[in-house]
């Protein structure tokens, strides 16, 4: 077996993936720890791990320049002649670049296409142990004697980027002598999404209970929602302690404003994720998806709600554009009381 020193490491996206991939970093710098480490992700992404300090170089892929530009960072990978090639996005893409990478090992993730399909098409669970996909990233690579240290996620952010973010926060005006609470309410699909007015409703009631000042994370696809959430919490409140931070700050200066917040309540989605790097207590809620397929809170404390049992789900690995049966109800059975129950006692008031 090689002994390697020449590593590359392919996981073009997506956000949530790239935050659950740091623990492998830190896992290979352990292991090996003169080696050249490198990594490939997609340019929207590479803020997230361009400042790790466990990688020697990161490659930044514009989808933008199409298959010319895969061609061109093929070239540049083949100069550096990695001895080992971890490949835990197995895309068309990735598989495309190892072929050509002529490396002495590849590895590949085990994605358990078998037990996801069953799951999803059949319900019936064969997944067994629920197992984190931080974990799942580091199987290909135990054989090598790598190992997971169970420190979780992490998200290195340079100075300069939590300067900007404590300058937004600190441009809101923000109450620090409460709690603070921050709201993701967001998700690449639909029925990872709890119902906004939901999340609004639970704003408004946390504001009313006591000196609790909210946050709210978003990108710029999110801002019309959050807008509304955050006007709605407004009207509803009574009060000022609403703070809409979606689409103003970058993934990094996210990370760093979440620092602020006691508690966060996300759908399962990226944010969820970055919040779980940050350290942060994560009430999670999860709808059309489940824990089994390893996309949970890591290495923080968390609550995820969900609704188990239910025959139809989970109805995609993913999540859909609309829910297939019509109802949604893996989401709207949670109640919003039920989630501040979950915040309330994080914070440690119970059930006030």
């Not at 090996?32 to 590479?46: G, L, N, T």
């Not at 197995?90 to 090992?105: F, T, V």
């Not at 119902?195 to 409703?201: H, K, L, N």
Request: proline share 4%; glycine share 6%; hydrophobic share 40%.
């Amino acid at each position: 077996m090689i002994t390697p020193q020449n590593i590359l490491v392919i996981r073009f996206s997506s956000l949530g993936d790239i935050v659950l991939a740091t623990p492998l970093l830190r896992a290979l710098r352990t292991r090996f720890p003169s080696a050249h480490i490198d990594f490939i992700v997609r340019k929207e992404y590479a803020e997230l791990i361009k400042y790790n300090p466990n990688l020697t170089k990161c490659y930044e892929f514009d989808t933008t320049a199409g298959f010319s530009g895969l061609q061109k960072l093929k070239k540049q990978l083949r100069t550096e002649r990695y001895d080992l090639v971890i490949d835990i996005h197995n895309s068309i893409r990735s598989r495309y670049l190892r072929i050509w990478l002529d490396a002495q090992e590849v590895v590949l993730i085990n994605k358990r296409m078998f037990a996801r399909i069953m799951f999803v098409k059949f319900k019936k669970n064969l997944y067994g142990d629920t197992v984190s996909v931080a974990d799942r990233y580091i199987e290909p690579v135990t054989k090598f004697g790598v190992q997971n240290d169970g420190a979780g996620l992490e998200l290195p952010i340079p100075d300069e980027i939590s300067a900007r973010a404590g300058e937004a926060i600190a441009l809101s005006k923000i109450n620090r002598s409460g709690s603070v609470i921050g709201l993701c309410p967001s998700a690449r699909h639909a029925t990872k999404c709890w119902p906004s007015e939901r999340f609004a409703e639970l704003g408004s009631s946390l504001i009313q209970a006591g000196e609790t000042t909210i946050l709210l994370f978003g990108g710029p696809s999110d801002v019309k929602k959050c807008s509304t959430i955050a006007q709605t919490i407004r009207t509803t409140s009574k009060a000022s302690s609403i703070i809409d931070l979606s689409g103003k700050l970058s993934l990094l200066e996210t990370a760093a404003a979440m620092k602020f917040c006691d508690v966060i309540v996300t759908n399962d989605s990226g944010l969820m994720h970055i919040a779980a790097a940050m350290k942060r207590k994560v009430v999670a809620l999860f709808g059309s998806t489940v824990r089994e397929f390893g996309f949970f809170p890591v290495g923080t404390e968390n609550i995820v709600i969900e609704r188990a049992g239910l025959y139809c789900r989970p109805c995609s690995h993913i999540g859909r554009s609309e829910c297939p049966e019509g109802h949604f109800r893996c989401m709207k059975e949670i109640r919003v009381d039920e989630v501040k129950q979950c915040v309330r006692r994080f914070l440690g008031t119970g059930n006030n």
